[in-house]
């Protein structure tokens, strides 16, 4: 299909940006597709440099799609004595607030309070007077205490025995893999290129200084130079397994990736009027509220394996459970969850050390060729880190003359929550869609959606894919307008449906690899085979350990 906006197809699209890559020079050069690689080339770009990203799979296919999806300061920081990382991340909240509200929305938490009365209320208490004190309160006012009998009407299913008292404070939740897609694409927006499946190689030295990386394209196999005056690494827990492209010099600080897993349940089998964070020695485990499901999490380990395709292991839904079922009168077993994910955060300490411990706080260095690398760091701060990374890539003087512009800047489909509200009504009205399919398909891409039902329109794909709330256009939209390659993309990332669907969406994904054929000119087989490899790697990534 022909973009009617850009006026070429999905493949021409990409063979440009290759073609820009390869015959342009730019001023900044980010590798990695993360959210922190995306919010640098947005900084960049913004700047009014010329920027540039590449991304050996696809936007925020690691870490950045297999977050807990919230935009929080991070409660129990408090208690290491993280004053600064939390007010920060509570700044940058209220920022992404702002600046993306169909992609963050704040939701009530309840923090059930067991033990002695006095002592445990009174120290739980006032950590979050703090953190309401640090900026929480932004946005939604101071947190709410409540009694008993009004915690147990928050959460009916929370056990009574011993527990003497709740608070409801609010945080952010999110799309990680969409927020993430919204800054690419933002970027891109105001002319920055990007490419995915391009492997950056290695760095192209001059004189011992980086002027560039040698990539190779992942579909053709062919390779090419790209040059730059900067070269950022946010390849994030790759570099814990360095190899010749960006090895990290001696001395320069480890990054530990520590595994975080979630589990995936219906709504309707916990009952509860918002999420909860439950307190267990050492951190917290969260009930985060997403569409017609709860998201569980998370773990905390140091984890060495592969890093292509992360997944939960069987002692992640052993410890996840057994913390739910000790607070709550639930039950819950393996046979309630419809699907798991596990995310490897980048952090940065000593291996072997405890990941708990380890520093959530970001660190730039510079190598002897100038490779500007960026590790740690929390989701909710990714701006301050891509920030922080171009300025350390720019030095000092350019910095003054060209400084970050992102703090306030709007990302693309965003809109003022009312009048959000107002289009998903109309679509609602116009179309004939459900009340849920219009709303949600407004959450997912905000101003954008209007652009997506005319697509619809013109292709006869108003209807909902299968059984779920999304509709049949948004598969062409997200190759021609969000640079989905394979079936893993759409379905894992723009939908999110490999993890909600007990089948990893085996039911759909025929249509989909049909829709998405049309674009990338698939034929049966090449679809087949696409369906084939789709369903094994989201099997091993996202099914149920030990069910």
Do not use: C
Request: glycine fraction near 10%; avoid cysteine.
């Amino acid at each position: 299909m022909v973009d009617r906006e850009t006026g070429s197809s999905a493949p021409s699209q990409r063979r440009a940006a290759l073609a820009r890559l390869s015959g342009e020079a730019f001023d900044v050069l980010i590798v990695g597709g993360g959210v922190v690689g995306a919010g640098a080339l947005l900084d960049a770009q913004s700047r009014g440099l010329r920027a540039a990203l590449v991304e050996q799979s696809d936007i925020a296919a690691g870490t950045s799609s297999r977050s807990s999806r919230l935009i929080h300061g991070g409660l129990r920081y408090l208690e290491q004595l993280h004053f600064g990382l939390v007010a920060e991340a509570l700044e940058e909240r209220a920022r992404l607030l702002r600046n993306a509200p169909h992609l963050v929305r704040l939701e009530p938490f309840l923090f059930p309070i067991y033990g002695w009365p006095l002592i445990h209320q009174g120290f739980y208490g006032s950590g979050i007077l703090l953190y309401d004190l640090l900026g929480s309160r932004q946005g939604a006012g101071f947190a709410q205490h409540m009694r008993r009998a009004a915690a147990l009407e928050f959460a009916p299913q929370l056990r009574p025995e011993g527990l003497q008292a709740g608070i409801v404070y609010h945080d952010g939740v999110e799309d990680d893999a969409r927020f993430a897609l919204a800054v690419a694409r933002s970027a891109v927006a105001l002319g920055a290129v990007l490419a995915t499946r391009v492997r950056a190689d290695a760095p192209l030295l001059e004189g011992g200084q980086a002027i560039g990386v040698r990539a190779h394209d992942r579909d053709t196999g062919e390779g090419f130079d790209i040059r730059a005056t900067r070269v950022i690494d946010a390849t994030g827990v790759w570099a814990a397994h360095p190899d010749e492209r960006f090895a990290p010099v001696a001395g320069a600080a480890k990054v530990v990736p520590s595994r975080g897993a979630h589990l995936v349940i219906r709504r309707e089998r916990l009952e509860a009027r918002g999420g909860m964070t439950l307190r267990i020695p050492g951190r917290v485990v969260f009930i985060i509220p997403w569409p017609n499901h709860w998201l569980i999490g998370t773990t905390d380990h140091e984890d060495d394996r592969a890093l292509d395709h992360p997944s939960a292991l069987d002692e992640d839904v052993d410890e996840l459970l057994g913390v739910v079922n000790r607070r709550m009168t639930i039950d819950l077993t393996r046979d309630d969850i419809l699907g798991t994910y596990a995310g490897l955060r980048p952090l940065v300490g000593d291996v072997g050390g405890s990941t708990i411990k380890a520093s959530r706080e970001h660190r730039v260095t510079t190598d002897p060729s100038g490779v500007v690398r960026i590790g740690g760091g929390k989701y909710t701060t990714y701006r301050v880190m891509a920030r922080d990374a171009v300025d350390s890539a720019l030095g000092p003087e350019t910095t003054r003359a060209r400084p970050s512009r992102t703090a306030d800047l709007s990302l693309v489909g965003a809109a003022p929550l009312a009048d959000l509200s107002i289009l998903g009504a109309r679509l609602e009205r116009e179309t004939g869609l459900p009340a849920a399919v219009a709303r949600r398909l407004v959450d997912r891409h905000g101003i954008d959606a209007e652009a997506v039902v005319d697509l619809g329109r013109d292709r006869d794909l108003l209807r909902p894919l299968g059984s779920t709330e999304h509709i049949e256009a948004e598969v062409p939209w997200a190759v021609t307008r969000e640079y989905a390659l394979t079936l893993d993309d759409t379905l894992s990332r723009r939908m999110r449906l490999s993890q909600e669907l007990p089948d990893r969406a085996a039911s759909i994904a025929p249509r989909v690899a049909e829709l998405m054929g049309s674009e990338l000119g698939w034929d049966r087989a090449r679809q087949a085979s696409e369906v084939s490899t789709f369903l094994r790697n989201a099997r091993a990534e996202f099914d149920v350990p030990g069910r």
